[in-house]
């Protein structure tokens, strides 16, 4: 196994704010394996997205280099897929077009149409939305646009999936919902993941190994918890499991009493 599949090395990036510059994350060494499930985790404004974004080559480090399978990040690219928030797709086309579009970007100077149209509507079955590719994002729920947000960054078969709290804005059983399907997917696909998340359960249901960050300015990885249950993992036995109870307790100990929030200006 590759066990520096992603790697950042002295990762900083500083802002230009009216204030001067704003040092958001300070020295940051991080080895994901391949295969990994990976959360990051921290108090509101700790540098959670800023992090991401590195990964996900939006951005570039002030100092420091990040690797992707020996290779420098240097932009965005198909190898690693972003999920956001708020699903993002163009309200004018079906979640057909919606995905389509992802994979011609992809595929579309090595295959055919008929090819591309058979990936497009497989990453929607992978999700449950076979049903619903001829609807427009309006006509369909919030999970729902969620999924096909998901659909489309699995559609171009990325070798990292990068997810900024991808199910922050649903309710509860919605949530929980796409968290086990979620589970399966990445079973099956075998993606390397790293997600973003406020959720302390969700961090442990999900994860291999859970990266806590310090608190902002100049926020670094304060520890790096490895989450050793067996999966598949099933939500209901996992309430009474002690290494669930433990990895709980461990991150809430990190975030509530040794990382007690103060809310600092940038
Ligand atoms: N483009 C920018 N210019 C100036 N400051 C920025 C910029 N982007 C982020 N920051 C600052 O960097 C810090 C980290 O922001 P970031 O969005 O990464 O935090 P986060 O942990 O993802 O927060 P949340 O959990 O609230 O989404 C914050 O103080 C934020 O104000």
């Known amino acids: ?42 108090h509101s404004g700790c540098g959670k997205s800023t992090l991401l974004n590195l990964i996900a080559g939006l951005t570039t480090p002030s100092t420091g ?10 932009g965005p690219a198909p190898e690693r897929a972003v ?32 090819q591309l149209k058979q990936r497009t509507e497989a990453a929607l079955a992978l999700v449950g939305l076979a049903h619903a590719q001829g609807k427009r994002p309006g006509e369909i729920s919030g999970g729902m646009k969620q999924r096909v947000g998901i659909a489309r960054a699995l ?20 949530r929980a919902k796409l968290q086990d399907e979620l589970l399966e ?10 997600m973003v998340t406020h959720d302390v359960d969700e961090a442990v249901l999900l ?32 309430a009474t499991d002690p290494e669930y109870l433990r990895c709980r307790q461990a991150v809430m100990d990190f975030l509530y009493t040794r990382q007690s929030h103060v ?3 940038a």
């Open 1 to 42: 196994m590759n066990d520096r599949f992603i790697e950042l090395q002295g990762v900083s990036q500083s802002f230009k704010t009216a204030k001067g510059q704003f040092l958001a994350l300070d020295n940051i060494d991080l080895r994901i394996p391949k295969g990994d499930f990976v959360a990051l985790i921290g």
């Open 155 to 174: 559609s171009m078969e990325p070798q990292v999936l990068l997810m900024d709290e991808p199910f922050g804005a649903l309710d509860a059983l919605t």
């Open 263 to 265: 809310e600092k200006a």
């Open 65 to 74: 280099v990040l690797l992707c399978a020996n290779r420098e990040i240097q």
């Open 83 to 114: 999920v956001f928030q708020n699903h993002s797709l163009l309200p004018w086309l079906t979640c057909y077009e919606n995905v389509y579009l992802a994979v011609e970007r992809v595929f579309g100077q090595a295959e055919n149409r008929a």
């Open 207 to 238: 994860s291999d190994r859970i990266v806590m960050m310090t608190n902002g300015p100049a926020a670094h990885i304060g520890e790096v918890l490895h989450v050793d249950i067996p999966r598949p993992r099933k939500r209901v036995e996992l």
């Open 185 to 194: 997917i990445v079973a099956r696909t075998r993606s390397t993941v790293v």
